[in-house]
């Protein structure tokens, strides 16, 4: 169904419009990229009070239409294109309330395009906190627009912002900024005459910014071009000369409007905690104990729901088999689907826990800090610290976190970025650490709350950052690049995390854990239970009559003759001949051919190496002996009767999944953020070698 109205949200990082749009849209929302751009796109529906439908776009955030990275220059493309199935009837410029006179400065550019424009002063609950009075109804008559306070964390101010996009006037009421004909006069009514502006300011806009404009004609742009040479222009001097006339105005405005105490210079209880959280010793001890306390965690309270999951699917494949009768498909359904699936899905509270501890540090203001801490370290090794925001992000997906680069304007910076992002620790190899650390670490305390096993954890994450840094500094000295980097950011103030959205954000993840991950693990386990199910020529044929001989039938109880007929089947199957084919390969590492089979699947997607688990040990193993995949990995024995997961073979493994570029998702996005398969080649290559050797170190040091 079409919307009504399309309404697009512009406004500075950390003015919380993103909080503005949920509060708007509620769960009417959806995710994909702007046209010919691989830049998030988020769009909600929302319900307005004369009852139409307004579709929201939530812009990339900016501090000005002149774009310093490719997330900022989509705010002017999508403003400036008209009759496109993304331009907007109206615009909600989102103010924060404590930073007027930063905010408007984007204010009076987009409002000088002439769209019709509203204000969302948000953040009025801390303006009225720090004491901060705003004559609302006189700033709305000197910028000549509708002004509504807003609270979007309290979800406070909503309704009457529907309203006023309900009735606001199609016909752009704002009055004139600046007299922007004095920055370029003769170019701008050049401008006018070859494109078809509805301003003055969009036709200097053109001037700036018309290379990278799609939706003008290669000759427009040429013909700009010999304009901006005809008339001499300057972009940066012009953009200077406009920044300055644009603060007289914006200190003309609040002068009026806007009474601030004197007590609002000193220092703020923000400042005063940043003292102790960035401190260049301290801070980092905080982090280290910040990370402890949320791996510990992640163990600790996931326990009992784990539990509860396991259990479950015990009994689920305990019920089937008795409901089904025996045959192909209820193996396939018992043996493949149901055992690939719980093999993943029973790590979904940790997972869980994982991006609820994410979602507040994001929340509070803490990760902005963090990423504020690392930059000298990130420089260093020829990084800044807009690197630290997707090696961060890292912890969750890669994926997203790649796609975050184009925030770096520096290509070398985002270039190194990329390539050792997916060496962080996503949360696609927590079910692979968890299940292994539990299998051969003992649950034992160490020191009050901390045990060997969230240690154990800690430090496979702590280890994924360091050799992320490392890597990076090689890659400093291997890519060329003349420019140089810079790292400009605004911390935002500490809050008190949203609850409601921390639990929607672990929800929402969760979710696409669960749904991306069960797309994946569904086809393979299907395809591995046929591999594992099914062998060349009459190989099944022969092991039957083998055991049909009297010195097995009449010696070995019927338990353990179906036992060692499953074995067998199972390693002259078609993933047993595929095991075996790797087997020389991966044999100096402690691995076996079952184990070989895994790392195969696995490179669909990490987690998938415990559904491969799962599947091939319920494949081997005594349908009448149901148990958990931890409890079959645990009983697992090698053909001289030892367990096949030392602490040697499992610490080995997680060495190859912390390295390995097990990830067809990241593949596929690198090559589509560099346009070139050389670089997710290379990455494969270097990565690959990278985890077969530090698997191959760990296991010869713990054997």
């Known amino acids: 169904m079409k919307p009504d109205i399309r309404v697009a949200l512009v406004g500075n990082p950390n003015t919380g419009k993103s909080t503005l749009f949920n509060a708007l849209t509620g769960l009417n929302q959806k995710v994909g990229n702007f046209p010919g751009v691989t830049v998030d796109k988020k769009t909600g529906i929302a319900q307005l009070p004369d009852g139409r439908r307004a579709e929201i776009i939530d812009l990339p955030g900016t501090y000005s239409l002149y774009p310093k990275s490719k997330d900022e220059s989509i705010v002017f493309s999508v403003l400036a294109e008209k009759g496109s199935a993304l331009t907007p009837d109206l615009i909600v410029i989102i103010i924060d309330a404590t930073n007027l006179k930063r905010n408007l400065l984007l204010y009076t550019q987009v409002a000088d395009l002439k769209i019709p424009v509203v204000i969302a002063l948000n953040m009025m609950d801390m303006a009225a906190?720090?004491?901060?009075?705003?004559?609302?109804?006189?700033?709305?008559?000197?910028?000549?627009?509708?002004?509504?306070?807003?609270?979007?964390?309290?979800?406070?101010?909503?309704?009457?912002?529907?309203?006023?996009?309900?009735?606001?006037n199609k016909h752009a009421m704002q009055v004139d900024s600046i007299d922007v004909h004095a920055i370029a006069p003769a170019l701008i009514a050049d401008i006018s005459n070859e494109v078809e502006v509805e301003s003055p300011y969009y036709a200097l806009q053109l001037a700036h910014q018309h290379e990278y404009l799609n939706f003008l004609t290669p000759a427009q742009s040429d013909k700009i071009e010999e304009l901006e040479k005809?008339?001499?222009?300057?972009?940066?001097?012009?953009?200077?000369?406009?920044?300055?006339?644009?603060?007289?105005?914006?200190?003309?405005?609040?002068?009026?409007?806007?009474?601030?105490?004197?007590?609002?210079?000193?220092?703020?209880?923000?400042?005063?905690?940043?003292?102790?959280?960035?401190?260049?010793?301290?801070?980092?001890?905080?982090?280290?104990?910040?990370?402890?306390?949320?791996?510990?965690?992640?163990?600790?309270?996931?326990?009992?729901?784990?539990?509860?999951?396991?259990?479950?699917?015990?009994?689920?494949?305990?019920?089937?088999?008795?409901?089904?009768?025996?045959?192909?498909?209820?193996?396939?359904?018992?043996?493949?689907?149901?055992?690939?699936?719980s093999g993943v899905l029973v790590f979904i509270p940790q997972i869980a826990i994982l991006f609820a501890f994410i979602s507040i540090l994001e929340d509070t203001g803490y990760m902005s800090r963090v990423t504020f801490m690392m930059d000298k370290i990130m420089r260093k090794v020829g990084l800044n610290g807009k690197s630290v925001v997707p090696l961060i992000g890292g912890f969750a997906c890669a994926v997203p976190s790649i796609m975050s680069t184009r925030t770096i304007e520096n290509w070398k910076d985002r270039m190194i970025t990329i390539m050792v992002t997916p060496l962080v620790a996503c949360s696609a190899r927590l079910p692979v650490y968890t299940l292994l650390i539990a299998l051969v670490v003992p649950n034992k305390n160490v020191w009050w709350i901390f045990n060997l096993q969230g240690l154990a954890l800690t430090g496979m994450y702590v280890l994924s950052l360091v050799s992320a840094v490392i890597v990076a500094f090689v890659m400093k000295f291997i890519l060329k690049a003349r420019e140089r980097g810079y790292f400009i950011m605004e911390l935002p103030v500490y809050r008190m995390p949203r609850w409601n959205n921390v639990l929607f954000s672990m929800y929402e993840r969760s979710k696409a854990f669960v749904v991306q991950a069960g797309k994946v693990i569904i086809a393979v386990s299907i395809i591995l239970w046929v591999l594992s199910s099914y062998g060349p020529g009459n190989r099944f044929e022969n092991i039957k009559k083998k055991y049909s001989q009297p010195q097995y039938t009449q010696k070995l109880p019927q338990a353990d003759l179906d036992r060692l007929i499953s074995s067998e089947k199972l390693e002259n199957s078609y993933a047993g001949v595929l095991g075996h084919s790797i087997e020389p390969v991966i044999k100096p590492l402690g691995y076996d051919w079952k184990i070989g089979i895994a790392l195969i699947t696995s490179f669909a997607a990490r987690e998938v190496f415990v559904g491969t688990m799962a599947t091939i040990y319920s494949v081997e193993g005594d349908a009448d002996n149901i148990t958990s995949v931890q409890d079959k990995m645990r009983s697992a024995?090698?053909?001289?009767?030892?367990?096949?997961?030392?602490?040697?073979?499992?610490?080995?493994?997680?060495?190859?999944?912390?390295?390995?570029?097990?990830?067809?998702?990241?593949?596929?996005?690198?090559?589509?953020?560099?346009?070139?398969?050389?670089?997710?080649?290379?990455?494969?290559?270097?990565?690959?070698?990278?985890?077969?050797?530090?698997?191959?170190?760990?296991?010869?040091?713990?054997?």
Request: proline fraction near 4%; hydrophobic fraction near 50%; glycine fraction near 6%.
């Open 230 to 341: 005809k008339h001499s222009f300057h972009s940066q001097k012009a953009q200077a000369a406009e920044t300055i006339a644009r603060y007289n105005y914006i200190n003309d405005v609040l002068y009026d409007t806007v009474q601030t105490p004197e007590t609002a210079h000193e220092e703020s209880v923000s400042n005063k905690i940043d003292h102790i959280l960035t401190h260049r010793v301290f801070g980092f001890v905080i982090f280290m104990a910040v990370l402890l306390f949320m791996f510990q965690s992640i163990f600790a309270w996931s326990e009992y729901p784990m539990s509860l999951i396991e259990d479950g699917f015990v009994w689920a494949e305990g019920l089937l088999r008795g409901v089904l009768p025996a045959g192909p498909l209820a193996d396939l359904l018992i043996d493949g689907v149901v055992a690939g699936l």
């Open 129 to 168: 906190k720090a004491n901060i009075s705003i004559d609302i109804d006189l700033l709305s008559r000197r910028l000549g627009v509708p002004v509504v306070p807003v609270s979007a964390r309290k979800v406070e101010g909503i309704d009457d912002l529907k309203k006023v996009i309900s009735f606001a």
């Open 637 to 703: 024995k090698t053909p001289e009767g030892k367990p096949v997961f030392t602490l040697a073979v499992a610490f080995s493994l997680m060495m190859f999944y912390a390295f390995a570029m097990q990830c067809a998702s990241t593949v596929a996005v690198v090559y589509r953020e560099t346009k070139n398969w050389r670089w997710p080649a290379a990455q494969l290559v270097y990565m690959t070698l990278l985890a077969y050797g530090a698997a191959l170190l760990t296991y010869n040091l713990l054997k």
